[in-house]
């Protein structure tokens, strides 16, 4: 078994981000908006943060409070889409439940839209087009090309189909010329299907979802999970007897998640440069 090691690759990434934004002739600026209270979210929050700062990137969080309401929440957005000192804007999710999620991102200016998920950056991506690709699944292929995992034909199970990791991760696997299966909470027997894969994403958020007997020998593991479990963090999969079995594998922590947030740091780069050219 070797590691995927997110961390040193991420360590990589943001070097290079570090360098271009040198040469730009402002500072990007990323807004994060956060509504609400959640404690996760001030968590990922201050690390995105501290992690645009890092590399010279400008970085302002609005805290709402929970209590705002859509009307508000969409205004702010609109003002952030006119203002030429914001390049990217990030809404944190989750949003509190009486807020719609999808017509909030709608508002963002898709060329501000860091995260990827408006309908046109979307879009784009389903047709190979140039546009903002969402930081997760962009880290997963950075991580895949950095240990030259050459996908062709490769059998891929992506379990989890969210806008932000599964459904995106699965289109550029595809475009790898990989043969994808996606599964989620209604797939039957995910325990059969994924014995067969060459390669199994869990990006799900369930503990020691995927177990060693649903694990081919050699096949390469990549866990996006983020689980808190008495106090410390954990994946999806279950390492410490999953690890043994594959040629490859992510650790949670210092897998996918220093990859995420070096590709946040790219997003926002190369949302400056879309503004820039318009
Ligand atoms: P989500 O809640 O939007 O999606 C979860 C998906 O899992 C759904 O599509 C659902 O159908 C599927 N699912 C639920 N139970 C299942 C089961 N028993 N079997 C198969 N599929 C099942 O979550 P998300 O935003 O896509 O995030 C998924 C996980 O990845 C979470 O733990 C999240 O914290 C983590 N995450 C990590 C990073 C990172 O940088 N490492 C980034 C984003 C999300």
Same mark, same amino acid.
């Given at each position: 078994?070797?590691?995927?090691?997110?961390?040193?690759?991420?360590?990589?990434?943001?070097?290079?981000?570090?360098?271009?934004?040198?040469?730009?002739?402002?500072?990007?600026?990323?807004? =994060?908006?956060?509504?609400?209270?959640?404690?996760?979210?001030?968590?990922?929050?201050?690390?995105?943060?501290?992690?645009?700062?890092?590399?010279?990137?400008?970085?302002?969080?609005?805290?709402?409070?929970?209590?705002?309401?859509?009307?508000?929440? &969409?205004?702010?957005?609109?003002?952030?889409?006119?203002?030429?000192? $914001?390049?990217?804007?990030? =809404?944190? !999710?989750?949003?509190?439940?009486?807020?719609?999620?999808?017509?909030? $991102?709608?508002?963002?200016?898709?060329?501000?839209?860091?995260?990827?998920?408006?309908? %046109?950056?979307?879009?784009?991506?389903?047709?190979?087009?140039?546009?903002? $690709?969402?930081?997760?699944? *962009?880290?997963?292929?950075?991580?895949?090309?950095?240990?030259?995992?050459?996908?062709?034909?490769?059998?891929?199970? %992506? &379990?989890?189909?969210?806008?932000?990791?599964?459904? +995106?991760?699965?289109?550029?696997?595809?475009?790898?010329?990989?043969? =994808?299966? !996606?599964?989620?909470?209604?797939?039957?027997?995910?325990?059969?299907?994924? *014995?067969? !894969?060459?390669? $199994? =994403?869990?990006?799900?958020?369930?503990?020691?979802?995927?177990?060693?007997?649903?694990?081919?020998?050699?096949? &390469?593991?990549?866990?996006?999970?983020?689980?808190?479990?008495?106090?410390? &963090?954990?994946?999806?999969?279950?390492?410490?007897? %999953?690890?043994?079995?594959?040629?490859?594998?992510?650790?949670? +922590?210092?897998?996918?998640? +220093?990859?995420?947030?070096?590709?946040?740091?790219?997003?926002? %780069?190369?949302?400056?440069?879309?503004?820039?050219?318009?």
């Amino acid at each position: 078994m070797y590691l995927m090691d997110g961390k040193e690759t991420a360590k990589k990434v943001r070097a290079e981000v570090k360098e271009e934004v040198k040469l730009l002739q402002h500072k990007p600026h990323l807004l =994060v908006i956060w509504v609400g209270n959640d404690l996760a979210s001030q968590t990922y929050v201050q690390s995105k943060e501290k992690a645009c700062n890092s590399v010279g990137i400008e970085a302002t969080t609005l805290h709402l409070s929970e209590d705002t309401s859509q009307r508000e929440l &969409i205004q702010t957005i609109q003002e952030a889409n006119e203002n030429p000192h $914001i390049h990217a804007i990030l =809404v944190q !999710m989750p949003l509190p439940n009486h807020l719609d999620e999808k017509e909030i $991102i709608n508002a963002i200016d898709p060329r501000k839209d860091v995260d990827g998920l408006h309908p %046109v950056n979307q879009g784009k991506l389903m047709l190979q087009m140039p546009g903002i $690709i969402p930081a997760t699944p *962009k880290g997963i292929m950075r991580l895949i090309d950095n240990y030259c995992i050459d996908l062709t034909g490769k059998k891929v199970i %992506v &379990i989890g189909r969210s806008m932000l990791v599964g459904k +995106p991760l699965s289109i550029l696997m595809l475009q790898r010329s990989a043969t =994808v299966t !996606m599964a989620h909470s209604k797939t039957k027997n995910l325990h059969e299907l994924t *014995k067969d !894969m060459d390669v $199994i =994403v869990s990006a799900v958020g369930k503990p020691k979802l995927i177990t060693a007997d649903m694990v081919k020998e050699g096949a &390469i593991v990549i866990d996006v999970g983020i689980n808190r479990v008495l106090g410390t &963090i954990v994946g999806d999969v279950d390492y410490l007897s %999953v690890a043994n079995k594959t040629s490859r594998i992510t650790p949670v +922590p210092g897998g996918v998640g +220093p990859m995420t947030i070096a590709c946040l740091l790219e997003n926002v %780069v190369e949302c400056y440069k879309l503004l820039k050219n318009d």
